[in-house]
């Protein structure tokens, strides 16, 4: 940022930058993008003495600043963290590149050969929170599907994510890419973010990463398309013909294996014939996994230690040991329940009746739906993807994990020998 | 609409019932919906009395205010255009449907079988302008992709498209599906457009058809995804080895065949190599067909009917028979002219270089790039997806030509024998 610049001043060139840089990245070849995402990860650990001195500047405002220690743990920057966002970079570098490829090369009846060539997306604008490690996957993501981005993370990790940026960008230039592939917003306040969402003449895309509040800002004020991550409540439906073993399993995977994740299981639905056999042996494994139970009252009578749930419970993202657990009269009650309280992000039913485990994944409206299997599933490497820039609640252009694909378009190519419009 | 209903309580009425129908739209089987498509033709046809009294308000309307003849033409229903409705609903009742199927199923190390489900996105809202026409065409592409629709059409045709729907409507509800899944807001304000842009708790997708003002107003207001088809300044690039009779049939059936139409010709880029040798037999071909032609002083000089071109003319989409037309030095400075001044739209290149050709398609940045074919082939029905409810000319979600699998989204679908997340 020059000395006298304002906001506006400074978004305008930053985005202007990176529209420009878009161009070139977006024609390089797989092998020129590997080896600038080679000199990125490098760049992190040659740089790793510099990283931790601006990190501990985040660390000490964040100490004045009565951060918890959770966030400060977030945002701390060790060696061994360091190691992992070079790494991280690395992976991304193996995956394979999604630009370039024709889907889909059919003759029209006049001769034409069409297809869908995919390509980059443009410039992606990202606005996240706390983990300076997400500057450098977001970026390794962006550079790799040939968009540049523009990163504007959370005024805590200020120092590190300018320090992280500028060994991203200095790598990227010493390999031949433009540096403002990788572009930070170096103010933290609202108004340059206000002024980005206005640049819809040089970002193709916004990824808020945050709390609701964050992303229903940015939705309401963006001209530019925004891909939206709300809440994850997950729901397991318990049906009656259940495996209750297996239920029992999945459901305590789901809830406790790492309960502060947007994957996790947030309710428990239960048919009411498996109920009184399902639920002691449910409620006993979660307990053991610390697990507190917030039932109806036929959860409550059946299990003892289960506390009553207050309304607010049901659609509620505990992000904790925490269950909300319902003893529902039939699967049409329980698809009511996710359809009222749900957040369209992932559902799971566990049953041994093939035809109502289709009937699920048909009506359930999530962006993931699983048949006998934990929720914790929804996730980029999970599903295969091979790494994820976040998780879509939202139906336009991608929902679910959305990984390198999903940073990309097709355009339409035709290869004709003169043919003309009849 | 109820007496003294407000504009905020029909909208929030009208889209809270679109909502409610979108569900059971959904998980409507092929042949329910087909059903209901053949049943929304045979209304068109029996309700033609109707239909051409409810629009001969509208065109009282349109001559007192003094509409164009060509405006009210577009607007006029006949017996003919009635049941060319009728034909264009048949047409895409006979399309596969694109929902329920599952693509990319794949087994994981951990055995879960992960696939994408393709499943409509939900509510769409359309914006649109005068032709009463586009009231059926989109009704049938959003009930086919099992979407329900919002309708909001112009003031000038307002009769006919409240006509139109209410048809559309009973036949649904004969055919057992909900009536409010197509849903038409009988106002013409702006308010209820604001009003409808706020509720993205019921509507998936907006899209605007109409002038570049309505469009950009609709983005600028909208929290619900917008798709946008902005203007179309295509081009064609005559590249120096370039077959020229080829080159000419190819061009004036592009600028010449039907010139009022976004996908039609507006800037030819010739190489100064070709230009003295294929200038010359394109102006004439050209002017055969009343072309005007505005020239860069060199084109002038080759073509003394071209007139000179002002600096206004690079980027006009003139939809008429207007053809600007530059010599440029070298195929670096046509792709930087499209750059300049396309719009993301359609461009081609003519050129029997299989190198120059494979460069153009890479780096030119069109919703649809063709080599040696005419831009006029920019079209869903050309390009082979059956049918169109616009062309895109943003890249999330679609790029190019929107059809029935436009209209979808993909959820991903698990099928587990107990996978829990270690």
């Known amino acids: 940022m020059t000395p006298n610049e304002t906001t506006a001043a400074m978004v305008e060139r930053i985005c202007h930058g990176a529209k420009a840089a878009a161009g ?149 230039t010493t390999a031949g890419l433009p540096g403002n592939a990788v572009s930070l917003i170096p103010k933290t306040d609202r108004a340059a ?55 029992v399993r999945v459901c305590v995977n789901a809830k406790a294996q790492r309960p502060g994740v947007c994957n996790a299981l947030e309710t428990m639905l239960v048919h009411q014939a498996i109920a009184p056999t399902f639920l002691p042996k449910a409620a006993e494994a979660l307990v053991n996994e610390g697990v507190e139970l917030r039932g109806c009252p036929e959860t409550v009578r059946l299990v003892p230690k289960a506390v009553p749930a207050a309304d607010a419970d049901w659609g509620t993202e505990f992000l904790d040991r925490i269950l909300a657990v319902r003893v529902v009269p039939s699967m049409d009650a329980a698809l009511e329940h996710i359809r009222k309280h749900g957040s369209l992000h992932t559902e799971a039913i566990l049953t041994r009746d093939h035809g109502r485990a289709m009937r699920f994944l048909r009506e359930v409206d999530s962006s993931l739906v699983l048949v006998n299997a934990s929720t914790r599933f929804n996730d980029g490497h999970q599903l295969g993807l091979g790494a994820e820039i976040g998780i879509s609640t939202s139906k336009i252009h991608a929902f679910g994990p959305m990984g390198l694909a999903e940073l990309t378009t097709t355009k339409f190519v035709a290869f004709g020998d003169g043919q003309v419009r009849q």
Do not use: W
């Open 193 to 247: 973010i206000d002024e980005m969402l206005t640049k819809e003449e040089y970002i193709d895309l916004v990824i808020p990463r945050g709390g609701e509040g964050l992303i229903r800002s940015v939705v309401e004020k963006s001209r530019i398309p925004v891909i939206k991550h709300y809440k994850g409540v997950c729901h397991a439906y318990v049906d009656e013909n259940a495996d209750i073993p297996l239920a």
């Open 24 to 172: 070139p990245l977006s024609h390089a070849g797989t092998a020129s993008k590997n080896a600038a995402l080679q000199a990125m990860a490098r760049g992190l650990r040659a740089g790793a003495e510099f990283l931790k001195k601006e990190n501990a500047k985040d660390m000490e405002a964040g100490t004045s600043s009565g951060l918890s220690a959770a966030m400060l743990d977030r945002l701390l920057l060790t060696d061994t963290r360091i190691g992992q966002m070079a790494e991280g970079i690395e992976e991304v570098s193996a995956l394979p590149d999604p630009v370039g490829g024709i889907e889909r090369m059919e003759r029209r009846p006049n001769g034409l050969l069409v297809g869908r060539m995919r390509i980059p997306l443009g410039v992606i604008a990202i606005i996240y929170e706390s983990r300076p490690n997400v500057t450098a996957d977001a970026a390794a993501l962006c550079v790799k599907s040939g968009n540049a981005v523009i990163l504007r993370g959370g005024s805590e990790a200020i120092h590190s994510n300018v320090a992280v940026a500028g060994v991203l960008r200095e790598a990227l």
